[in-house]
């Protein structure tokens, strides 16, 4: 059971993070998976009152508060149309739409969670997290450092070239993925190349990009050839939704799959 | 901590602990359609409005709500009137114990989405739970209600 002994809404980022470098202090994101745990909470901090729920559109991409929900993700047009529907796609499995109302991107990203489908789409996308007091920071090393004090403020989507894709499979609907996967391919003068995100391994999720260069459509042999390779090279393990083998097999099918939907002769 | 929360139509004070959880508060006022089923966010059974979108409200804190209008199925008893009548002339469903939520997140369904397509319906209740009718009755009560509505000459559901 969650214990909270004192609530305090925070009136700035600088309030937000002094009251943050207590001990026993937790700044709430949306409180879906905090509330899940025995633990007494000194005080929680709600940075709701900070205008950190919305998605701006700059030149350069996308700024999203860490307080935006991710039924706004799901719903967000610009994301949308950037992505494919890849967005869409990565949230609109989570438990419902109720609870994607309540769940916050901030709250996702900062627990660096292995299941997460927000973190696996992110890591994908040209992304960096923007820390109150350690400033801007690419997705893909903010996952592999432990939690400190610090406040996420927001995450920063640059708008790069790429077609995108998400693809997760689960035991059922609403549960977490088994194994969660977000696909780039990268247009490049000399060729294309293909970009991979793989999550719920069940570990957190990590990057492979593959050094082959695509000139042309790619064929059922090099996307085969691109599955293969990433499966080699992404660790996975096993747990209560799925061994380690059944997830490197779903690697290398969805990678293969990635490929050719992306990149295929049907798509080119 | 000093509370106010305006529940269906109604300004509320109350003094609340910091982890007082809005389901809790809900059921304090008289809203007994706010039920605890799962409490780890997954079965839907717990769903309120808050300021019109529909949330679990096993999961939100009560002082998060301060300033904020929650509504419960007792402050939409004349849009759900029809519909819930329409689902139990049906017999969509088997024991009932599911349909306050159900019914809260359908109505935020036809808000949203007057016309949805079966896959649409799906895919918005995938977070209400019942354990007994499959889903199936559910859906075919929803579309029969939807063209039933269509066929009086309505846009779909929207009131």
């Given at each position: 059971?969650?214990?909270?002994?004192?609530?305090?809404?925070?009136?700035?980022?600088?309030?937000?993070?002094?009251?943050?470098?207590?001990?026993?202090?937790?700044?709430?994101?949306?409180?879906?998976?905090?509330?899940?745990?025995?633990?007494?909470?000194?005080?929680?901090?709600?940075?709701?009152?900070?205008?950190?729920?919305?998605?701006?559109?700059?030149?350069?991409?996308?700024?999203?508060?860490?307080?935006?929900?991710?039924?706004?993700?799901?719903?967000?047009?610009?994301?949308?149309?950037?992505?494919?529907?890849?967005?869409?796609?990565?949230?609109?499995?989570?438990?419902g739409v109720q609870f994607r109302n309540l769940a916050t991107v901030g709250g996702s990203v900062w627990g660096r969670f292995g299941f997460s489908d927000v973190c696996t789409l992110l890591l994908a996308l040209d992304s960096y997290v923007e820390l109150y007091k350690g400033g801007n920071v690419p997705l893909v090393d903010f996952l592999t450092r432990e939690k400190d004090r610090d406040v996420l403020v927001r995450v920063i989507v640059k708008r790069t070239p790429g077609t995108f894709l998400y693809r997760s499979v689960r035991g059922s609907q609403t549960d977490f993925p088994v194994l969660a996967c977000a696909a780039v391919l990268v247009p490049a003068e000399n060729g294309d190349r293909l970009r991979l995100s793989v999550g719920a391994r069940p570990g957190r999720a990590v990057l492979f990009q593959e050094e082959a260069v695509f000139r042309g459509p790619i064929?059922?042999?090099?996307?085969?050839?691109?599955?293969?390779?990433?499966?080699?090279?992404?660790a996975t393990g096993s747990n209560l939704r799925g061994s380690a083998e059944y997830r490197s097999h779903l690697i290398q099918v969805l990678a293969a799959r990635a490929a050719l939907e992306l990149g295929g002769a049907d798509r080119c | 901590m000093l509370i106010s929360i305006t529940l269906n139509g109604k300004k509320i004070t109350s003094d609340v602990s910091p982890d007082a959880l809005l389901l809790d508060w809900a059921r304090a006022q008289g809203c007994k359609s706010v039920k605890r089923g799962c409490e780890t966010a997954n079965c839907g059974l717990c769903t309120v409005f808050l300021d019109d979108e529909p949330v679990l409200s096993c999961s939100v804190l009560a002082v998060r709500a301060d300033g904020r209008r929650v509504t419960t199925l007792e402050g939409l008893q004349e849009e759900a009137r029809e519909f819930a009548g329409f689902i139990a002339d049906q017999g969509a469903e088997q024991c009932g114990f599911c349909n306050p939520g159900f019914v809260m997140n359908a109505l935020a369904l036809f808000r949203e989405n007057p016309d949805p397509s079966v896959d649409e319906i799906k895919e918005f209740l995938a977070g209400n739970l019942c354990r007994c009718s499959g889903y199936e009755g559910q859906t075919r009560g929803i579309l029969n209600y939807l063209a039933w509505k269509k066929a009086r000459g309505g846009e779909g559901a929207a009131t």
């Open positions: 059971m969650l214990t909270i002994q004192n609530y305090k809404k925070a009136e700035s980022l600088e309030d937000a993070w002094t009251l943050n470098q207590r001990r026993g202090s937790v700044i709430l994101g949306g409180m879906l998976w905090l509330k899940m745990g025995k633990r007494t909470v000194q005080t929680a901090i709600d940075l709701s009152g900070l205008r950190l729920d919305r998605i701006e559109e700059t030149p350069e991409g996308w700024s999203i508060g860490c307080m935006t929900t991710l039924r706004q993700l799901e719903l967000h047009k610009g994301l949308n149309a950037y992505t494919n529907g890849a967005v869409r796609e990565a949230v609109r499995h989570i438990v064929s059922e042999a090099d996307a085969a050839a691109f599955g293969k390779a990433a499966a080699e090279h992404i | -």
